[in-house]
């Protein structure tokens, strides 16, 4: 893959996360046969207040953990289909990666995404790197300076990031995970860093229900998460919006968001 332009240019947004690898013997498993993951969903909390859910969406949907360029005071979205490319000669991370896909597909409404077969096609593209050419990788994509800093200040294990335009629209999103981790830590990678890709970059360490806590490690796409997913890509929330113009129509979002959710999950009224 060819490095990015000069990130002051073009590059807006990164965030990043440095995850702990939880030991698992299988190689392909999707996060519905892990029992790391099973033991999560199990205890998971998914009924939550109209103040939690907004609470946690104004955190992520705001802001950025780590910014080159750009305003980080609006809402940042794709406005266009989403379309992944993977490149990677690891075929069991790509199948893998393609039902994370497709489970975020699914989950959320008004979402376009799906995997494509070609690089020039996609707007998302996923680089999956063995753990020893992660920061080539890192210093490939943003220089030499900037991936010193990464690895000094956060030492992460996946990242991402996109850039956006003038109308915070984003245009492109790059995403890195490491393949030779254990199968837990591959989908919490790919989950997160795919979902922050789409917008909700900015971490938090204030709100314990969402993955993009970094003291969070999920494998999964749990039910705190699809609502800020959703929130985010609601139609009436526009890319560009500033906190006083989403809240004004966050309430009748919400009540959509609330059955869509409670749907998709079977959860109970």
């Given at each position: 893959?060819?490095?990015?332009?000069?990130?002051?240019?073009?590059?807006?947004?990164?965030?990043?996360?440095?995850?702990?690898?939880?030991?698992?013997?299988?190689?392909?498993?999707?996060?519905?046969?892990?029992?790391?993951?099973?033991?999560?969903?199990?205890?998971?909390?998914?009924?939550?207040?109209?103040?939690?859910?907004?609470?946690?969406?104004?955190?992520?949907?705001?802001?950025?953990?780590?910014?080159?360029?750009?305003?980080?005071?609006?809402?940042?979205?794709?406005?266009?289909?989403?379309?992944?490319?993977?490149?990677?000669?690891?075929?069991?991370?790509?199948?893998?990666?393609?039902?994370?896909?497709?489970?975020?597909?699914?989950?959320?409404?008004?979402?376009?995404?799906?995997?494509?077969?070609?690089?020039?096609?996609?707007?998302?593209?996923?680089?999956?790197?063995?753990?020893?050419?992660?920061?080539?990788?890192?210093?490939?994509?943003?220089?030499?300076?900037?991936?010193?800093?990464?690895?000094?200040?956060?030492?992460?294990?996946?990242?991402?990031?996109?850039?956006?335009?003038?109308?915070?629209?984003?245009?492109?999103?790059?995403?890195?995970?490491?393949?030779?981790?254990?199968?837990?830590?591959?989908l919490d990678c790919a989950y997160e860093e795919v979902l922050q890709s789409l917008g909700p970059i900015n971490?938090?360490?204030?709100?314990?229900?969402?993955?993009?806590?970094?003291?969070?490690?999920?494998?999964?796409?749990?039910?705190?998460?699809?609502?800020?997913?959703?929130?985010?890509?609601?139609?009436?929330?526009?890319?560009?919006?500033?906190?006083?113009?989403?809240?004004?129509?966050?309430?009748?979002?919400?009540?959509?968001?609330?059955?869509?959710?409670?749907?998709?999950?079977?959860?109970?009224?």
């Amino acid at each position: 893959m060819s490095a990015l332009v000069p990130p002051a240019l073009r590059f807006a947004l990164l965030a990043f996360a440095a995850l702990t690898s939880v030991p698992d013997t299988a190689t392909t498993a999707t996060a519905g046969e892990l029992p790391a993951v099973a033991s999560r969903q199990r205890t998971e909390k998914k009924s939550f207040t109209d103040a939690e859910i907004v609470d946690g969406f104004f955190k992520t949907a705001f802001g950025a953990e780590y910014h080159l360029a750009g305003r980080v005071d609006r809402i940042r979205k794709f406005d266009a289909p989403v379309r992944v490319f993977a490149e990677t000669d690891r075929a069991d991370r790509k199948v893998q990666l393609g039902k994370v896909v497709a489970d975020i597909a699914a989950r959320v409404q008004h979402l376009d995404i799906a995997m494509t077969d070609t690089s020039e096609a996609a707007n998302v593209r996923v680089k999956l790197v063995r753990d020893r050419d992660l920061y080539r990788t890192i210093t490939s994509f943003y220089g030499a300076e900037k991936a010193r800093e990464i690895r000094t200040s956060l030492d992460p294990q996946c990242l991402s990031g996109f850039r956006k335009n003038e109308q915070f629209e984003i245009e492109h999103s790059d995403v890195i995970l490491t393949v030779d981790v254990s199968d837990f830590t591959f989908l919490d990678c790919a989950y997160e860093e795919v979902l922050q890709s789409l917008g909700p970059i900015n971490d938090t360490a204030s709100v314990p229900w969402t993955m993009f806590n970094d003291n969070v490690s999920m494998g999964y796409f749990d039910v705190y998460d699809q609502y800020i997913l959703n929130l985010l890509y609601d139609p009436r929330i526009k890319a560009g919006m500033t906190v006083p113009e989403v809240r004004a129509v966050l309430p009748e979002v919400l009540v959509d968001v609330r059955a869509w959710v409670r749907q998709v999950n079977d959860l109970k009224e």
